[in-house]
């Protein structure tokens, strides 16, 4: 029997193209892994710097008064003591400065303002999104052109009409104020959503015998809920971190949030920074447990819209 013996060149040929493939595999996993490295060393040092605050709040809130003014810094105190934490809820506590009335205050009003941001802008921008009427474009950029000016150019107009409405030192008109910078976008964030929606939805519902608003809440709500709940979580943090009209509107201590709270910590005379840091940190956990649980709602409002696949 004859036998077929492959010329010297050809097998050099094929042990070359084997060898090319094999470099050519290997360089494609080393960049992989360099890609991969890159991007969970980019992700540990972006977690590290979010963190940074938080670990040196609650580092230098279970410090003692005197060792948190020593230089350098201790991130692990010598004296643990989380006496600055239950100062914060013990009511009887001479420096307590009402902490608890202030949290509860800060709860009512920002879920005040979410609640009625929600119910207001979704009917809001259903109507910019679907009707047509006589200068809804000049409305529309006129309820976004509130927010081309600062919150201080408001500040005495606000305090003028909840003087004369008597809504001072009140809930509801702490309220309403935050309403008027949580509203624009609001509603511009959920027109965006209702745009996305095709009205061939609506009709095929209308056609089955819903009645428009029926249609609206059997089909055209439910593919909104990112873009509800990403409304809810901007109006929340707003009101649950601001400042200025809490400072302006309510006189009364009763009646004060956790941000004006808060700057009781530092006075003229002294600054407890235990104090500080301890409600500082008590202030974040709601906000960073509200994110966290409703994220997924939120990532894929800024994503992926209102359109399901």
């Given at each position: 029997m004859?036998?077929?013996?492959?010329?010297?060149?050809?097998?050099?040929?094929t042990?070359?193209?084997a060898?090319?493939t094999r470099?050519?595999?290997?360089?494609?996993?080393?960049?992989?892994?360099?890609?991969?490295?890159?991007?969970?060393?980019?992700?540990?040092v972006?977690?590290?710097?979010a963190?940074?605050?938080f670990?040196?709040?609650?580092?230098?809130?279970?410090?003692?008064?005197q060792?948190?003014?020593?230089?350098?810094?201790?991130?692990?105190?010598?004296?643990?003591?989380?006496?600055?934490?239950?100062?914060?809820?013990?009511t009887?506590?001479?420096?307590?400065?009402?902490f608890?009335r202030y949290?509860?205050?800060?709860?009512?009003?920002?879920?005040?303002?979410?609640?009625?941001?929600?119910?207001?802008?979704?009917?809001?921008?259903?109507?910019?999104?679907?009707?047509?009427?006589?200068?809804?474009?000049?409305?529309f950029?006129a309820?976004?052109?509130r927010?081309m000016?600062?919150?201080?150019?408001f500040?005495?107009?606000?305090?003028q009409l909840m003087?004369?409405?008597?809504?001072q030192?009140?809930?509801f008109?702490?309220?309403l104020?935050?309403?008027?910078f949580s509203?624009?976008?609001?509603?511009?964030?959920?027109?965006?959503?209702?745009?996305?929606?095709?009205?061939?939805?609506?009709k095929?519902?209308?056609?089955?015998g819903?009645?428009?608003?029926?249609?609206?809440?059997?089909?055209?709500?439910?593919?909104?809920?990112?873009?509800?709940?990403?409304?809810?979580?901007?109006?929340?943090?707003?009101?649950?971190?601001?400042?200025?009209?809490?400072?302006?509107?309510t006189?009364d201590?009763?009646?004060?949030?956790?941000?004006v709270?808060q700057?009781?910590?530092?006075?003229?005379?002294?600054s407890?920074?235990?104090?500080?840091?301890?409600?500082?940190?008590?202030?974040?956990?709601?906000?960073?447990?509200?994110?966290l649980?409703?994220?997924?709602y939120?990532i894929?409002?800024?994503?992926?819209?209102?359109?399901?696949g």
């Amino acid at each position: 029997m004859a036998t077929v013996v492959r010329p010297l060149e050809t097998q050099r040929n094929t042990h070359h193209e084997a060898l090319i493939t094999r470099t050519r595999r290997r360089r494609k996993i080393e960049t992989i892994l360099i890609d991969k490295v890159l991007a969970y060393g980019f992700l540990i040092v972006m977690c590290i710097f979010a963190l940074f605050p938080f670990a040196w709040m609650f580092s230098t809130s279970i410090k003692t008064p005197q060792e948190a003014f020593v230089i350098p810094p201790r991130w692990i105190p010598h004296h643990i003591t989380f006496s600055a934490y239950r100062v914060l809820w013990d009511t009887h506590a001479a420096n307590n400065n009402n902490f608890p009335r202030y949290f509860l205050n800060s709860a009512i009003v920002s879920l005040g303002a979410m609640i009625l941001s929600v119910l207001i802008a979704v009917p809001a921008a259903y109507a910019f999104a679907r009707f047509v009427f006589p200068g809804k474009n000049w409305f529309f950029y006129a309820i976004l052109g509130r927010n081309m000016f600062p919150l201080v150019v408001f500040l005495v107009p606000l305090f003028q009409l909840m003087a004369t409405l008597q809504l001072q030192n009140n809930y509801f008109g702490l309220i309403l104020a935050y309403l008027t910078f949580s509203l624009p976008l609001a509603i511009w964030l959920l027109k965006g959503f209702f745009d996305n929606i095709p009205v061939e939805l609506e009709k095929a519902a209308r056609i089955d015998g819903c009645t428009r608003f029926g249609a609206f809440v059997r089909v055209i709500l439910p593919l909104t809920i990112p873009g509800i709940v990403a409304t809810a979580i901007y109006s929340f943090i707003g009101a649950w971190n601001e400042y200025i009209f809490a400072t302006t509107l309510t006189s009364d201590p009763k009646l004060r949030t956790l941000p004006v709270g808060q700057a009781f910590f530092l006075t003229e005379n002294s600054s407890n920074w235990a104090g500080l840091m301890a409600v500082s940190l008590v202030i974040s956990i709601p906000v960073v447990a509200f994110f966290l649980l409703l994220q997924r709602y939120f990532i894929r409002a800024l994503t992926e819209g209102a359109i399901k696949g």
